[in-house]
């Protein structure tokens, strides 16, 4: 079985609309984290988490929001969905590796916002 | 500035040769050092990190950290087909959060 898995795997969903992408891990990790990848532009980090009551805003948090449920899930929100919100979204935790993190990725979620 | 910057590419070798993939990175005060490979369509894993300066190897892959310079490469030797993929060089700032900043990444295409 997948450490990180992300639900759902595809999504088209309308402008306007509310939805929920879910992430769950069985690695035990304490720090979990939403990015968004778009062509040419890389890995952007939305949201992190380094534990349950820890949230913080990355550098393109504007339009999503977050929850973090358990140690182990940590859900991603688009409020109200818009086409430039059209991406590629991984979810992933991470352990610390001497002197920084190694990151484990889930599959993603391919999100398109007609 | 971009934080850390890599050439996009493709860059294109052929099977069997060393396929050298550069990254530069703006805090000189970086302290630790990653290496993604990520298939198309996949999500990224990680092939090997690094801290100090100098070489580090790993089967075909070798690290290869320049603080002064403030660049990080990937040598991969015996370039197969199979290591098509885009890597990402991600580089942790110092003061302490530990959460890495990626590169856009550079297209390596071996061909046969």
């Known amino acids: 079985d997948a450490d990180v898995t992300q639900t759902p795997r595809n999504r088209i969903t309308k402008t306007g609309k509310r939805i929920m992408l879910e992430c769950s891990q069985t690695?035990?990790?304490?720090?979990m984290y939403w990015y968004r990848q778009d062509p040419g532009l890389g890995l952007r980090l939305i949201y992190y988490?380094?534990?349950?009551?820890?949230?913080n805003k990355g550098e393109i948090s504007d339009g999503y929001s977050v929850s973090r449920q358990a140690q182990a899930k940590f859900s991603l929100s688009l409020e109200s969905a818009i086409p430039n919100q059209t991406a590629l979204y991984f979810c992933?935790?991470?352990?610390?590796?001497?002197?920084?993190?190694?990151?484990?990725f889930g599959p993603g979620t391919r999100l398109l916002v007609l | 500035q971009k934080e850390v910057e890599q050439n996009s590419g493709p860059l294109s070798v052929p099977e069997g040769a060393i396929a050298s993939l550069n990254c530069t990175y703006s805090?000189?005060?970086?302290?630790?050092f990653f290496w993604y490979r990520q298939y198309s369509g996949k999500s990224p894993e990680l092939i090997m990190f690094?801290?100090?300066?100098g070489d580090k190897e790993d089967g075909r892959f070798t690290a290869q950290l320049n603080k002064a310079s403030q660049y990080v490469s990937l040598l991969i030797r015996d370039s197969q087909p199979s290591d098509s993929a885009t890597y990402l060089c991600?580089?942790?700032?110092?003061?302490?959060?530990?959460?890495?900043?990626f590169g856009r990444g550079t297209s390596l295409i071996v061909h046969p």
């Open positions: 690094i801290y100090s300066n």
């Open positions: 988490s380094f534990d349950v009551k820890d949230i």
């Open positions: 991600a580089v942790t700032k110092s003061g302490g959060s530990y959460i890495p900043t």
């Open positions: 992933a935790t991470s352990e610390k590796q001497g002197l920084g993190e190694t990151q484990y």
């Open positions: 690695k035990g990790h304490d720090r």
């Open positions: 805090d000189r005060g970086s302290q630790s």
